[in-house]
């Protein structure tokens, strides 16, 4: 098994200016959103273990989450510039398994907001949400 070490509070100071300014769509509601820098660990975790998504460890966030935040750090090019600033400041971020080749290969539209209402309980069961009558 890979070793993976969380963040450094000197690696979270090259990266956490990219997520002062995130934001939070005004019409949210339900839990608040999780902290990024658990949100990047367990990125990174995923990353350098080339394990998938289903086996984010439990100390991190849930699995949907670190998911859905990756997609979005992909999209807006967040992500790349979080691996380009830790490889510059030293710390290797390989880029493994079925989360490191989606890394490497962008969604082909990073338009978020086509996906706006969809809701899902597994990739099997994609559906449109239901329209009021």
């Known amino acids: 098994m890979i070793q993976f070490d969380d963040l450094t509070d000197s690696e979270w100071a ?14 949210r509601s339900g839990r608040r959103r ?21 086996r984010v460890p439990g100390w ?4 949907p989450t670190c998911r859905r935040r990756f997609e979005e750090w992909q999209a807006d090019g967040t992500l790349a510039e979080i691996v380009r600033r830790l490889n510059a400041a030293g710390r290797k971020v390989s880029l493994r398994g079925p ?5 490497n290969h962008p969604p082909a ?5 086509r996906l706006k ?6 990739p099997q069961t994609w559906r449109a949400p239901l329209e009021a009558a």
Do not use: Q
Request: aromatic fraction near 10%; charged fraction near 15%.
């Open 117 to 122: 209402g969809l809701s899902w309980s597994s």
């Open 60 to 63: 991190y966030p849930s699995r």
């Open 99 to 103: 989360v490191g080749d989606a890394f």
């Open 14 to 27: 090259l990266i956490e200016g990219l997520f002062c300014n995130e934001a939070v769509p005004p019409d």
């Open 34 to 54: 999780v902290e990024p820098r658990v949100v990047v660990n367990a990125v990174l975790w995923a990353l350098s273990t080339g394990h998938s998504w289903s």
């Open 109 to 113: 539209n990073p338009n978020h907001d």
